[in-house]
């Protein structure tokens, strides 16, 4: 397996499913943030990382800023056309590209992909076209499961290791 783009969704992969209004109806979501943090070791390893929701949020606006993705689809009920133009702007095949879904409306990117995950919690028929699913949830540690599931496939893992353990013992010579 050669993956160099993963491309998200965002309710019910990157959160738990959840859409939170206060009363004066400000939005939040629950983000998991070992999620996050595998998404910065991916990203330092060369990968590139997209998200694509079939809604838009300020909340995925801010949460992508944060995790410094650039390629952030809002609004997209075709998730295929958001698929083609990632794929076109880092000129990859679509083999080359791991999508994460939940639910029905990520189906058809997941088939064209690669390689395909998703959460525990998806959708049976998601689950049945995956070629992963993770043992944990949406929001609650899948992203990070599938992300070490990918690097380890891809004989990365241990670079990633490397890296850490290294900056850690020189940190504290």
Same mark, same amino acid.
């Given at each position: 397996?050669?993956? +160099?783009?993963?491309?998200?969704?965002?309710?019910?992969?990157?959160?738990?499913?959840?859409?939170? /209004?206060?009363?004066?109806?400000?939005?939040?979501?629950?983000?998991?943030?070992?999620?996050?943090?595998?998404?910065?070791? *991916?990203?330092?390893?060369?990968?590139?990382? &997209? =998200?694509? +929701?079939?809604?838009? +949020?300020?909340?995925?606006?801010?949460? *992508?800023?944060?995790?410094?993705?650039?390629?952030?689809?809002?609004?997209?009920?075709?998730?295929?056309?958001?698929?083609?133009?990632?794929?076109?702007?880092?000129?990859?095949?679509?083999?080359?590209?791991?999508?994460?879904?939940?639910?029905?409306?990520? #189906?058809?990117?997941? #088939? /064209? +992909?690669?390689?395909?995950?998703?959460? &525990? $919690? *998806?959708?049976?028929?998601?689950?049945?076209? *995956?070629?992963?699913?993770?043992?944990?949830?949406?929001?609650?540690? &899948?992203?990070? $499961?599938?992300?070490?599931?990918? /690097?380890?496939?891809?004989?990365? =893992?241990?670079?990633?290791?490397?890296?850490?353990?290294?900056?850690?013992?020189? &940190?504290?010579?």
């Amino acid at each position: 397996m050669n993956i +160099s783009v993963v491309v998200l969704d965002v309710d019910g992969v990157l959160t738990d499913g959840r859409i939170v /209004l206060d009363d004066n109806g400000v939005e939040y979501k629950f983000f998991d943030v070992k999620d996050g943090h595998i998404i910065h070791i *991916a990203l330092n390893m060369d990968i590139k990382v &997209a =998200w694509i +929701s079939g809604r838009y +949020s300020k909340v995925t606006q801010e949460r *992508a800023k944060q995790l410094k993705i650039n390629d952030v689809f809002q609004n997209q009920h075709k998730k295929l056309d958001a698929l083609l133009t990632i794929k076109e702007k880092y000129g990859v095949d679509y083999k080359e590209i791991a999508y994460i879904g939940d639910d029905l409306i990520d #189906i058809p990117p997941m #088939i /064209l +992909s690669g390689f395909s995950a998703c959460p &525990a $919690d *998806a959708v049976e028929d998601v689950k049945k076209v *995956a070629d992963y699913v993770s043992k944990e949830n949406g929001g609650r540690g &899948a992203v990070r $499961d599938i992300f070490e599931y990918l /690097l380890k496939s891809m004989g990365m =893992w241990d670079s990633v290791l490397e890296k850490y353990l290294l900056f850690d013992i020189n &940190a504290n010579l």
